[in-house]
């Protein structure tokens, strides 16, 4: 039972552009929302969170959006940069966390 | 600044053999867990804790099992090791509504 998914494996922009990566849920349970970063032989790195009682957190050249309606969620890196590349995955709280299966972003010079 | 402690970093078992991956966490956080991660696979959630003396299965617990003695520690037994057991294995540790923070996994191998 996939509870958390992440429809596109992959995605490749160009440096400067915006990348938008996609994320849905089926718990409407879940009330923490998370991206994480992951480079090769390493753990994920923590990006950016959001609550259910939010629809949209910025840090920097991150932003996550929420719509609980839609169950649906979104991280937006603007303009993206060529160390952005990596896998990318959602994850959602409510005791347990689980985890989409990741996609990988590729940021062309 | 430790934060998540994994041992051993790389592991290859045989069919049947058991062992024990460890988890040490430093940040005195209630929430506790274990991933594994198969090539090309996101991660998929084996047992965790949400404080000491408390554990739960995840979404693929078996041939796994865990022990929270404490605030800090996690371990994660496997008895009879099986090849589908190959994978990457990822400890985490978070509070309630905030994030977790991960270790650098352990890499096992089940010939």
């Known amino acids: 039972d996939q509870q958390v998914k992440q429809n596109s494996p992959s995605l490749s922009v160009q440096e400067g552009r915006i990348s938008i990566l996609n994320c849905d849920y089926t718990n409407s349970m879940f009330d923490y929302f998370l991206w994480y970063k992951k480079y090769p032989a390493e753990g994920p790195t923590f990006l950016i969170s959001?609550?259910?009682?939010?629809d949209k957190n910025e840090d920097g050249r991150f932003t996550v959006f929420l719509n609980k309606s839609a169950k649906h969620l979104s991280l937006h890196i603007v303009p993206s940069q060529p160390g952005d590349s990596a896998v990318y995955f959602c994850a959602a709280k409510v005791r347990d966390m689980r985890f989409g299966a990741g996609t990988r972003l590729t940021v062309k010079p | 600044n430790a934060g998540v402690t994994q041992t051993p970093k790389f592991r290859i078992l045989k069919i049947g053999q058991s062992m024990t991956l460890q988890c040490a966490q430093d940040m005195n956080h209630n929430y506790m867990y274990w991933y594994r991660q198969d090539p090309g696979m996101g991660l998929k959630l084996i047992y965790y804790?949400?404080?000491?003396?408390?554990?739960d299965k995840g979404e693929v617990p078996n041939g796994y099992n865990v022990s929270r003695s404490t605030t800090e520690d996690f371990p994660l037994r496997l008895e009879l090791a099986a090849p589908s057991q190959t994978s990457v294995y990822f400890c985490?540790?978070?509070?309630?509504?905030?994030?977790?923070?991960f270790g650098q996994g352990t890499r096992l191998t089940v010939v």
């Open positions: 959001i609550s259910s009682i939010k």
């Open positions: 804790s949400v404080g000491a003396g408390i554990t």
């Open positions: 985490a540790s978070s509070q309630l509504e905030r994030e977790a923070f």
